[in-house]
């Protein structure tokens, strides 16, 4: 049977319609989805996910024309590439690639099944297949992973990554893991500014150098929360105040740090909270003279509120530091 | 309140309360007459303007005739009707595009989109054409749904959508009963290019 004729008898069957002797007027007109104006196939297909959207694109060449033109909004992807095996996650149950080598090719696996291949690395068709969706301009990303664990690769990968990389990707969040920050110098350009709100780094190694060209790329600029773990950031801490909320380790907090910090975000509309971890021993004394009122209610011996009004305004700093493990963190509230 | 109890075309005039409510009165292409509440109307940015450009008293809405909508028949009408008088007074969502949409189907709008695909399609057909944005937007969702974790070919049937090889068909036929000459002519250099031409000409 027909999946029409399915459709058409089991709603007659549902609305406890049961004779089965009824004449169906076969001349009836059918409805069918590309009947339907462009503007409504539009908001059908904005429901489905990327998935459904290439088996639809798969059902004929109009269809894939139309459907490839509509913008797209992906919940997460996650790209990891080490050594013998790399893998591409769309954030969703059962859906990745696994790439892996086997001497001298490489598999592929998928939720379908998967492939044996020759003649690339298991790693480049990784990079490529990432490419393919990352670059289309209909593709709109909320949060993306990228993990690179091969440190002696790290110039092809990034190579391929960037090679023939034509359009920004509209990334909303954006963490990165890598041995070291060299490779941010590359990775950052390939995203839309304004559009990248987050950028969260985990780097074992951090070059001084490379962090003073990253301050002064776009994308750093408009972006709005920064994170950075696993190493100590350098550089001015002047380069975080536009950020509504930063976290980091720095080197050591002054007291000249704490009044700049103080006066430059109480001026930022954006600013909402900040945490630094200090790696050398600071002056306990002397900093905490400059953070405001001590709230003793809600103080302990290694843990101290304070507060500090905002002169001519409703908003005050509460300020939260931990002495013992040399931690401050700062939050804008209103009174 | 079931699909079937929604107050969409039997009022009980003693339960309005005593605020004076006005309800319009519309009438299908097949001449059934609906009776719909003014906040109700709201959904629907179309009927909206129309009644405001239309400016009428709770007389004229008695005395005059029913507005006429005359490409929407009474069964999809109701089902419209129904959908507006139970969302009356809620937001009218704005979508710019630049976030995805989110849209959840409420239990109401479930059972009132449980119908066969043809009257489906008629719904989303009139939603568009009333412009009731929420009611366009949860019965293209049902649409969707139909989508999900589909192959291809199960979408073909699905959605009814020819295949490459039945797209360029129906295409030929379409091209053919416009100019009988052409198949002829396609058949003619088939033949050449048997015999070795190259060139038609």
Known sequence: ?335 | MSVENAPVVDVDEAAIPVEKKMYYRFESNDKKEFRVSELAIQQSETLNRLVEAMGYTSEDVENKPAIAIENIDGKTLKLVFQWCEHHKGEAIPVDDGSVPKIVEIPEFDAKLMDIDNGLLFKLIWAADYLNIVQLLNVSCKKVANMAQGKTPAQLRRVYLLPSDEEDEAAKRAAQEAQDPRAREVEEEFEERKRQGGNSFF
């Open chain 1, 1 to 335: 049977m027909e999946y029409r004729e399915f459709d058409f008898w089991f709603y007659r069957f549902l609305n406890g319609e049961f004779d089965l002797n009824f004449e169906r007027d076969k001349d009836k007109k059918i409805y069918e989805l590309m009947d339907m104006p462009l503007d409504i196939m539009k908001n059908v297909v904005e429901y489905l996910d990327i998935f459904d959207r290439m088996s639809l694109a798969s059902t004929n060449r109009s269809f894939k024309t139309f459907v490839e033109d509509q913008k797209l909004f992906h919940p997460k992807m996650f790209l990891h590439v080490s050594e013998e095996v790399a893998f591409i996650e769309f954030g969703m149950e059962c859906r990745f690639i696994l790439y892996k080598r086997h001497g001298n090719c490489f598999t592929t696996k998928m939720q379908q099944g998967g492939k044996s291949l020759r003649g690339v690395p298991y790693w480049k068709q990784a990079i490529r297949d990432f490419k393919k969706v990352l670059n289309d301009p209909k593709f709109h990303l909320k949060t993306l992973e990228i993990e690179f664990y091969m440190p002696g690769l790290m110039p092809s990968i990034l190579d391929e990554l960037v090679d023939s990389f034509i359009h920004k990707a509209r990334v909303s969040s954006l963490f990165f893991r890598a041995p070291s920050t060299d490779s941010l110098l590359k990775i950052l350009p390939l995203f839309q500014p304004g559009y990248l709100t987050t950028i969260e780094l985990s780097m074992h190694e951090i070059n001084g150098s490379v962090m003073e060209k990253v301050i002064e790329m776009e994308q750093w600029k408009h972006a709005k929360y920064f994170t950075m773990t696993n190493t100590v950031f350098r550089g001015s801490l002047h380069h975080l105040y536009h950020f509504k909320q930063f976290d980091i380790c720095y080197q050591q907090l002054t007291v000249e740090d704490v009044r700049q910090m103080k006066k430059i975000l109480s001026k930022s509309s954006d600013f909402e909270k900040c945490s630094l971890r200090f790696m050398n021993s600071v002056d306990v004394g002397s900093i905490e003279k400059e953070l405001g009122s001590c709230i003793e209610g809600a103080s302990k011996r290694y843990q101290k509120i304070y507060h500090s009004p905002i002169l001519n305004t409703t908003e005050y700093f509460e300020i939260e530091w931990k002495s013992w493990t040399r931690e401050i963190t700062m939050k804008k509230r209103k009174l």
